[in-house]
């Protein structure tokens, strides 16, 4: 049974910066693009970053541009992002999410962890 684990969230000022981590078990990590999403309170859920199987290619949501990188360790099955110039509208659950390669079919989702940006 595949399984993601995130870390790293927590409370930090405005400009600081915070490196989440997601850890994968249970499914063939390398067969996977990885994202990271984040739910803000009474808000949709929205997509932040993504990172291509072989860690090749990368995307970001406007909004984090410039401020926000994602990584991968096909190695070792982590997914990271690092969030520098935090802002206080950064604050949400963030989510790591594997979607499979076709033909695989199954993704996955992590539990989330707390990002508070306030001074």
């Known amino acids: 049974q595949g399984q993601l684990v995130e870390s790293g969230g927590g409370l930090v000022q405005p400009g600081g910066s915070l490196r989440l981590s997601c850890a994968a078990s249970?499914?063939?990590?390398?067969?996977?693009?990885m994202n990271w999403y984040r739910q803000a309170p009474g808000k949709e859920r929205e997509l932040v970053a993504g990172i291509t199987n072989t860690g090749g290619g990368t995307d970001y949501a406007d909004s984090v541009k410039g401020r926000f990188t994602i990584s991968r360790d096909n190695a070792k099955k982590t997914v990271a992002l690092q969030m520098n110039s935090l802002k206080p509208e950064d604050t949400a659950v963030y989510y790591c999410k594997a979607d499979p390669i076709w033909p695989l079919r199954v993704e996955y989702w992590g539990q989330g962890t707390q990002v508070t940006v306030s001074s």
């Open positions: 249970g499914f063939l990590f390398s067969n996977y693009k």
